[in-house]
């Protein structure tokens, strides 16, 4: 049986396209599973790829609390959504993730390294994209790829092959032997995220990952991430874009004023109600706080 | 901070005046314009972000440069009005002179100043994006421009006219009026800087386009211009030297040296009507002239401003503009460490003022000590009696291995936000922290073997004296290099310009300045000291200054690495500084 990774619907023969949208499609078998019947189980059966518990943030002594108690797990073949409104604590949370900032309390384990005491092992486990698309604008884009490879001990070989396929999602195209300095800000956010998956990571960690990317990348995008998820890694990624979101995520975290208000099953959630209003949910819970 | 103050502003501009009239000038605007600016200055001495250690050096030194300007200028007005020419002093020809160099040196500083000024202010201010898409016509904008490239220059002109002006004071008696017309001057004298660096600001700009991205020909260029200026400057200082050895100083300014002068002051316009009005020469056609030339300045000003304007902000809002550079290829796979350091080394060459403040700067340094070594050397010995190459050649190396390092108080921060992204790849610390300081370390090294090189090659020191010089010079390079990195880090400011540059020098930059010159003059001057008390004592010397030097670099160096690893790993994973 085999599903197709953009528009989820599951054909029993072994077709290699998507039928209906052209999308790739990947065995049932792979992990991922599009009805939601996993989530279901309970998570211990599951490969945990990150696990936060009572994680708790903030910028100095005096200043209040950006994150409070923001536990939540991601497991391997899962989309797992930050959701939250300006200024709520999400890219906080996953920069403390990333070993980015430190943070007071709390445990992050990645691959079930402990970030604070095995960061270098943790970190190999990861790629990610801020939301800034911080990047060495005095590199070329070819230079950052190579910088970012030799960073994550990719072999020669396996970096040429593996940059060969990103470009086939990202399309970046001749720009990638221009300066950075050069790229416009969507072209830099493909950069970002053609450097964040030169090691093929386990776990995909993006901040804001959709904005400013055109609707064609946004689309494949969107595709490689099932994609990537289905070969058994994880993504973590925070957004305010609800539909992004809904179309994405397979749980979702809510946070408000850095405290974990809810964590959703996306996909049980339309199963048992298709007509589901996510933006309705999300606006009646940040009046009711 | 300074985002979140431009989006603030942004909006109280946006709402300051509700309707925009298409034409004129809207003063409203202007008044929140510059009030930005205002803000934005200000939110430097902010609690928690005011580094006032930093601010205080950065006073000290400036108060440190005018009192030597002062104190030198003050000398030479006196050798100089007593000049005699036919047998008679001629005091008020003389001080037109004077002042007629000096305010051309002004005006030439100014002008310079003035093409930087608008540069940033009209082709890389942050500012110009938010301002394009904002109701701001045209001449709003170009008002509160013009008005702020004013004020910058009125600044200089304050600072610089004043200082020249009461040093004449000091020494020629002045009247009342005299302190009147300066404050006018300061206020005149920007309009024609201003139209000055306005005509040049577009070929400035031209040549800095067709530079752009050609990285190794902008290395060569500056590093040859530094060298030629500096080649320029030894030449004067050996002038110096000459007329200082032979005594002859009181007879340089003959009746030939005299005329030329004289001539050559007849040329320098505007500033000799300045000088002109000041001395008290001619009053009334200077003004004229001055009041002419300002309005014709002002003149040009406004038309070649406000013609640049426009395209300077459709300029500024294009995202893409190309890129010259090629390179296409996927490199075999290197070692973290090696990527760290090519990515660092990268980032200076690329960035034009980056490579000028150190790679251009260190490049030069070896003949900067050997121009000094050669006319300090003979000056030493003519003027003390005694052969102290060695301690003189430490002395100028350890400060000129200090002046090159400044560069290092940026080491952190020129990362900007890219400080996070490392901090979250799988690198550990000291790999971080080793390949910044290791990168300088072996510039360091190239630049105090070569210019050892020259010393022993020129005959000034011997090839083991010269060894020495190198090792004792590295080492105490290594101490800038190491405390300029702490400091940075435990002190750093990220840019929030779009491409991460630092435009503007911090505190951190004054206090490492200060700190490589006390070190440099401390053991210099104390080796130095030594060996001529000794040999004015008849006592023996021996090898005290090899003990002194290389013992006070091991236990400097020995502390420099102490300050640079003490509780740097805790450091560096609490870290979340940067003022971002």
Known sequence: ?289 | MKRQDNALEARAIGTAVKEEKAGGVKMKKVRAILRKGGQERRSAFRAGQFDFVGFLLRLVLVAAIVALFVLFFGRFVDVYMAVKTNGETDIPRRATELLTILYAAITVGMVIGGIGQLGRELFNSDDMRIFSALPLNEKTLFVAKLFNIYRGQLLIALVTVLTVNATFAWKVAVTPAFWALTVGICFLLPLITIAIAAVLVMPFQLIKRFLRERFFLTFLLVTALLGVAFWVYSLLLSGVKQLLLGDSLRYFFNEQVMTAIGKACDFLYPARWFANIMAGTDPVWSWVGLVAVGAVGLLISMLVIKSILRRAMQARNQSSTGSLLRSGYLKPKHGKFSALLKKEFLLIFRTPSYMFSYFSVAFIMPLMVYFCMDIGASLVENLVGLDSNLELALFLTILFGALTNVFCATNISRDGEMFYTVKALPLNFKAVFFSKVVLCLIVTAITQVASAILLAGAGIVTAYDALFIAAVGIIFSFVNIAVATRYDFNHARFSTEDDGEIKESSGTVSIVIVLGMVVSFAVGGLVFILKVLSQLNGTGYGALTYILAGGLALVAGGLAAFYLFFRLKQKYYEFSGGGI
Not at chain 1, 44 to 58: A, N
Not at chain 1, 158 to 179: D, M, Q, W
Not at chain 1, 205 to 215: A, R, V
Request: with cysteine.
């Open chain 1, 1 to 289: 049986m085999k599903y197709c990774t953009t528009c989820k619907v599951l054909y029993q023969d072994e077709v290699n396209f998507c039928p209906d949208c052209g999308g790739r499609t990947v065995s049932f078998a792979a992990g991922y599973d599009p009805y939601g019947v996993s989530a279901a189980a309970p998570t211990g059966s599951e490969k945990e790829v990150v696990s936060v518990k009572g994680l708790y943030k903030r910028y100095s002594r005096k200043a209040p609390w950006a994150v409070t108690d923001v536990s939540f797990t991601c497991n391997e073949g899962e989309i797992v959504g930050l959701l939250g409104h300006n200024g709520a604590g999400k890219s906080t949370t996953l920069k403390c993730l990333e070993g980015m900032l430190p943070f007071e309390r709390g445990e992050i384990k990645i691959a079930g390294y402990d970030i604070k005491k095995d960061a270098e092992k943790a970190k190999m486990q990861m790629g990610f994209v801020t939301d800034n698309h911080a990047t060495f604008v005095k590199m070329t884009g070819i230079q950052y790829i190579n910088f970012m490879a030799d960073v994550y001990e990719v072999p020669t070989d396996v970096r040429t092959k593996r940059l060969a396929e990103l470009e086939r999602v990202f399309r970046l195209g001749r720009p990638i032997e221009n300066l950075i300095s050069s790229y416009s800000h969507g072209m830099r956010q493909k950069i970002c995220m053609m450097g964040s998956l030169i090691h093929s990571p386990k776990l995909w960690i993006l901040d804001e990952p959709m904005t400013g990317l055109d609707p064609a990348t946004m689309r494949a995008v969107q595709k490689f991430m099932h994609e990537y998820v289905a070969q058994g890694n994880a993504i973590i990624f925070s957004s305010h874009a609800l539909n992004t979101v809904a179309k994405l995520c397979d749980r979702v975290v809510l946070i408000q004023k850095g405290e974990q208000v809810d964590e959703l099953n996306v996909k049980q959630i339309y199963a048992a109600n298709p007509n589901f209003d996510f933006e309705e949910y999300f606006l009646r819970n940040e009046k009711t706080r």
